[in-house]
């Protein structure tokens, strides 16, 4: 079955760097685009960045570009997502995300989430 683990998340202080890892499984993942969503308490989830499946094409919110930077492995098939100069309204949790095409139609699928705390 499709499996999404997310791992990387923590406390950490504001200007500081985390690396989140998406281990996936179940399913083709070098033909899905892969991304990372965030909630943060009282918000609705939004898109942190995301990666087409081959890796030539990234998309970032406006909020973290220039300071995030998503990529992958299709060998070992993760996705990562590299989080430097991080502020307190980054703190969210964040989830991976899988978008596959089944039958002609997209499905998609999330991770657990792993939790990111900015903070002094």
């Known amino acids: 079955q499709v499996q999404l683990v997310e791992s990387g998340g923590g406390l950490v202080q504001p200007g500081g760097s985390l690396r989140l890892s998406c281990a996936a499984s179940?399913?083709?993942?070098?033909?899905?685009?892969m991304s990372w969503y965030r909630q943060a308490p009282g918000k609705e989830r939004e898109l942190v960045a995301a990666?087409?499946?081959?890796?030539?094409?990234?998309n970032y919110a406006d909020s973290v570009k220039g300071r995030f930077t998503i990529s992958r492995d299709n060998n070992k098939n993760l996705v990562l997502l590299q989080m430097n100069s991080l502020k307190p309204e980054d703190t969210a949790v964040y989830y991976c995300n899988a978008k596959r095409r089944v039958f002609g139609m997209v499905r998609s699928n999330w991770g657990q989430g792993t939790q990111v705390t900015v903070s002094s």
């Open positions: 179940g399913f083709t993942f070098s033909n899905s685009d």
């Open positions: 990666i087409t499946s081959a890796g030539g094409s990234t």
